[in-house]
């Protein structure tokens, strides 16, 4: 069974930065497309990023210029920095994966990320 284990949340002041990373094991990365999903309290999860394949990358719009998706594939994991947060970016992180053109079959446990002062 493919396992993602997320890791690298915390708390952060407004403004500051963290960059969370989801390694794959059972399995290589190399085939899966993967992204990054949230989910804050009493709201339904959302999309955040994915980087397929081939590395090409898509954001949803709150997080366009802030936040970079990446993967190095010899390293099974992918990383989410993610730069000048504010408290709307206070959610549980889960990483996913894919296969190409299908929706995410694997999901990570989540990591909790929470900006405050």
């Known amino acids: 069974q493919v396992q993602l284990v997320e890791s690298g949340g915390g708390l952060v002041q407004p403004g500051g930065s963290l960059r969370l990373s989801c390694t794959i094991s059972?399995?290589?990365?190399?085939?899966?497309?993967m992204g990054w999903y949230r989910q804050a309290p009493d709201k339904q999860r959302e999309f955040v990023a994915q980087i397929s394949t081939a590395g090409s990358t898509n954001y949803a719009d709150s997080v366009k210029g802030r936040f970079t998706i990446s993967r190095v594939n010899a390293k099974n994991t992918m990383y989410l920095q993610m730069n000048n947060l504010n408290a709307e970016d206070t959610a549980v992180y889960y990483c996913?994966?894919?296969?190409?053109?299908?929706?995410?079959?694997?999901w990570g446990q989540g990591t909790q990320v929470t900006v405050s002062s």
């Open positions: 996913s994966a894919a296969l190409p053109g299908s929706r995410p079959g694997y």
């Open positions: 059972r399995s290589s990365i190399s085939i899966y497309a």
